[in-house]
């Protein structure tokens, strides 16, 4: 007679989790609910971290915090219908940004799609939806199927540009036994990376070597190729400017480095005026530079992923296709062996430095405040704050990639403490911190209570300018009277420590440096509370 609770524990939610966790994924961030829990019965079996967000927006934000330090997918399992439309926000995130996200959801049992008759958390088309914003989205049919999209997805994170995909199981099949081989449950072997077209990387690498004033733009899609891309830069003798989504991917130390400061003129004039202008992983958006394109007056050679993103927003004289890692190591070697000095960068230095204290003197004063009291090892998780977007982005000189989470596309309100959060679940090593507008905080302040509960050691610092600042600059700029922007505060410092942290108010400029660093020292979680405009 067969073992009736076996059949019932294999079914489609282990054989899908079995899959993930033979991919390398420990932890995973969602919300159990009435639909979803045979996805959460073999976490603890598999050994798997299961974080409990207080929003599923959260959820999206926390697994991407956990990505960036993991190098792997980010999971969120989310139950049906509004637990679905919660993550939605952070799906749209990891499309915007190029993230790697894998959300898994049930949904109405097969033959009930469109019913509309009433039924818990029913949605008229949960795929649809989600493949609106999403890289894709797929309802299955079984287990099996199930299991070869978890295959497809793991696929697309290691081979191509890296964005988030959905799994909806309908509820019958999710809970039914699963008829999935064991063997098709591991993981498959990745292809080998895709090294461009030789004759490309020919061409592309003549050009480099008769530049006499090369320069790199790097973006996401270099920050694995670190090594190679600052190998490359030292051989050319050439500035590397990074978007903020490749901010580290040169360490901002280096002589060389011009930082993630695409967004001053200053900083976009050394790569308009560049006779060759490499462009490494980086769709060059609008959102990154602001302004509207990238005015090259030399040779563009581009390296990306995508075929689609090699002449977006700026058309490439020789395009090449591929692996960032590959293809900077091939045109190091198709180079001539002898490099070019470094040049001269103080000039070009001074200008961006000149143009960033002008556009936002304040800011910047108190990033760098800021950024005197972190580890030069820390993890800062921004959100879309003036402190961070005027000034923390440019300030702080991140030594590797994947030092400073960030949305500079899609912007949204909420990322940076749930980020937060997920890169501390996902290592131990690199002091975490949030640095965090009061407008933003609110977003997420129910996630104080996720980090106090998962023991974590995370420091918020929140910049309180007493709502939306910018919003209420623009509304004064049109000749409105401000509305809806000048915003009651909480106790934040009391705030926090009712969720069991430990909440500090800074009321002196000159507290700021030893407020953050004991908060750090002491561990656990941490709100540092600077309200600005009303320190001395």
Same mark, same amino acid.
């Given at each position: ?11 489609? =939610? ?33 050994? !798997?971290?299961?974080? $409990? ?6 959820? =999206? ?8 330090? $993991? ?18 926000? &952070? ?15 049930? =949904? ?8 509309? @008759? ?21 309802? @299955?049919? *079984? ?54 077209? %030789? *004759? ?20 996401? =899609? ?16 050439? %500035? ?109 230095? &001074? ?71 997920? &890169? ?35 420091? !918020? ?19 409105? *009277? ?10 934040? &410092? ?19 440096? %030893? ?22």
């Amino acid at each position: 007679m067969p073992d009736v609770a076996a059949d019932y524990a294999d079914t489609a =939610g282990r054989a899908v989790l079995e899959t993930i966790r033979a991919y390398g994924v420990t932890a995973i961030f969602g919300i159990p609910g009435t639909h979803n829990l045979e996805l959460y019965r073999p976490l603890a079996d598999l050994g !798997i971290r299961a974080v $409990t967000n207080r929003h599923e927006q959260g959820s =999206g934000y926390g697994a991407d915090g956990w990505a960036h330090q $993991t190098g792997l997918p980010g999971v969120v399992i989310t139950t049906s219908g509004p637990g679905l439309q919660n993550a939605m926000s &952070a799906i749209g995130t990891a499309f915007c940004e190029s993230r790697p996200l894998l959300v898994l959801s049930p =949904g109405v049992p097969l033959g009930a799609e469109f019913a509309d @008759v009433g039924t818990l958390h029913e949605t008229k088309d949960a795929t649809a939806m989600v493949g609106a914003i999403a890289e894709w989205s797929r309802r @299955v049919q *079984s287990a099996a199927e199930a299991v070869e999209a978890v295959h497809d997805a793991f696929t697309l994170f290691r081979t191509g540009r890296p964005r988030p995909v959905h799994i909806e199981i309908p509820l019958d099949v999710l809970e039914a036994a699963a008829d999935v081989p064991l063997a098709d449950r591991k993981a498959r072997s990745v292809p080998d990376p895709a090294a461009g077209d %030789p *004759s490309s990387v020919a061409d592309a690498a003549r050009l480099l070597a008769s530049a006499r004033t090369p320069v790199i733009v790097a973006g996401g =899609g270099a920050t694995d190729a670190a090594a190679e891309v600052t190998a490359l830069a030292e051989h050319l003798g050439a %500035p590397v400017l990074t978007t903020l989504n490749g901010k580290g991917v040169v360490d901002e130390r280096h002589p060389l480095s011009l930082g993630s400061n695409l967004r001053l003129a200053a900083a976009r004039a050394v790569a308009e005026d560049a006779d060759v202008l490499l462009v490494i992983g980086s769709k060059l958006g609008e959102a990154e530079l602001w302004a509207p394109r990238l005015e090259a007056r030399g040779a563009v050679v581009r390296v990306d992923i995508s075929p689609a993103q090699r002449d977006k927003n700026l058309t490439a004289t020789v395009g090449i296709t591929g692996d960032a890692t590959a293809i900077a190591g091939s045109l190091l070697a198709a180079l001539p062996s002898e490099g070019r000095p470094a040049p001269d960068l103080t000039a070009a230095r &001074a200008a961006i430095d000149a143009e960033m204290r002008e556009t936002a003197p304040d800011a910047v004063a108190l990033a760098e405040i800021i950024v005197e009291g972190l580890p030069a090892d820390a993890i800062v998780a921004g959100d879309s704050s003036q402190i961070v977007y005027m000034a923390l982005g440019s300030v702080l000189r991140a030594q590797h990639p994947h030092s400073l989470l960030y949305t500079p596309t899609y912007a949204t309100l909420g990322y940076g403490l749930p980020a937060a959060i997920g &890169a501390r679940v996902a290592q131990t090593e690199r002091p975490v911190v949030t640095v965090i507008g009061d407008g933003a905080l609110m977003f997420c302040v129910n996630e104080l209570v996720t980090a106090v509960e998962q023991r974590l050691d995370v420091t !918020i610092v929140c910049v309180d300018n007493g709502g939306y600042a910018e919003i209420r600059q623009n509304e004064v700029d049109r000749g409105m *009277s401000p509305i809806g922007v000048d915003l009651v505060q909480p106790d934040w &410092a009391a705030l926090a420590t009712a969720f069991g942290a430990t909440g500090r108010r800074v009321d002196r400029r000159d507290d700021i440096v %030893p407020s953050i660093r004991a908060a750090i020292a002491e561990g656990g979680v941490q709100l540092v509370h600077i309200p600005t405009g009303r320190q001395d």
